[in-house]
């Protein structure tokens, strides 16, 4: 079975009662349509995830990241392939914010929010790992 190498931002936002990270809703007859997931997009032959992760954040968001470190990459297992799912923790540069250009709508969410939201399944593992690190 092929494994897919996919990466994705979390994105914090520094905030009074600790940071809010970014939530992107899926558009509807997407995979996980209407499902929340961190943004990104498959690493490309010959392109590391660092570069990557930056790259699909302009193209879906419109903004720059500065991916500041990787978490645990989390393998997720689909009926015709396995994705391994590259997160890294990410700041926003201050010169644009971020826009919805391939999702429904985006929000930066609090922790009690996150965990309300309905997250793609592979997703769902990278947030128990920044919630775990924000308690």
């Known amino acids: 079975m092929n494994t897919l190498d996919v990466c994705c931002a979390l994105i914090e936002l520094p905030a ?9 809703k899926k558009k509807t007859g997407q995979s996980n349509g209407l499902l929340y997931e961190f943004p990104g997009g498959k690493v490309e032959p010959g392109e590391n995830a660092r570069h990557a992760v930056i790259r699909e954040i302009r193209e879906e968001l419109g903004c720059t990241v500065f991916p500041v470190r990787m978490l645990t990459p989390v393998r997720h297992r689909e009926p015709e392939r396995i994705i391994r799912l590259i997160p890294f923790l990410c700041r ?29 399944p592979a997703d769902r593992l990278v947030l128990k790992e920044w919630l775990e690190e924000h308690r």
């Open 92 to 120: 926003l540069e201050l010169c644009a914010l971020p826009r919805p250009l391939e999702h429904e709508n985006l929000g930066f969410f609090s922790r009690r929010t996150l965990e309300e939201l309905p997250w793609a």
């Open 16 to 24: 009074a009662r600790g940071p809010l990270l970014l939530g992107a």
